[in-house]
């Protein structure tokens, strides 16, 4: 099982990117689906997930409005769309999967409800 993230780069402050993870391995459609960053000396926080079926999502109010979270269960990937980026939004990216939660109504934003994790993509702001 492998999550392989990618998208990461450098923009200025108010660009955009959009982050991709593709899963190999195995299906991960029945499950829920996150991203998480983690700057340098920092925990790591949750930034967005998407319910098994896509049909709910959750971000925390730091990135509600800018960030956008998608899946593409038929190619195996979770996309983040990531708008007006400002400087505290510098971090490096994960991507997991929560295989604890198949088919579950809600959404996990804890790290240790997700068990499978991708390496990380680094997105710098300049400010």
């Known amino acids: 099982v492998q999550l392989q993230a990618s998208g990461g780069g450098l923009v200025q402050t108010g660009g955009s990117l959009r982050l991709s993870c593709a899963a190999s391995?195995?299906?991960?459609?029945?499950?829920?689906m996150g991203w998480f960053r983690q700057a340098p000396g920092k925990e790591r926080e949750f930034v967005a997930a998407i319910r098994w079926d896509g049909s709910r999502t959750n971000y925390p109010d730091s990135v509600k409005g800018r960030f956008t979270i998608s899946r593409d269960d038929t190619k195996n990937k979770v996309d983040l769309q990531m708008n007006s980026l400002k400087p505290e939004d510098a971090a490096t990216y994960y991507c997991?999967?929560?295989?604890?939660?198949?088919?579950?109504?809600?959404?996990?934003?804890?790290?240790?409800?997700?068990?499978?994790w991708g390496q990380g993509t680094q997105v710098t702001v300049s400010s």
């Open positions: 391995g195995r299906t991960f459609s029945p499950y829920p």
């Open positions: 997991a999967v929560s295989t604890k939660y198949g088919f579950a109504n809600w959404i996990p934003t804890v790290t240790d409800d997700y068990t499978y």
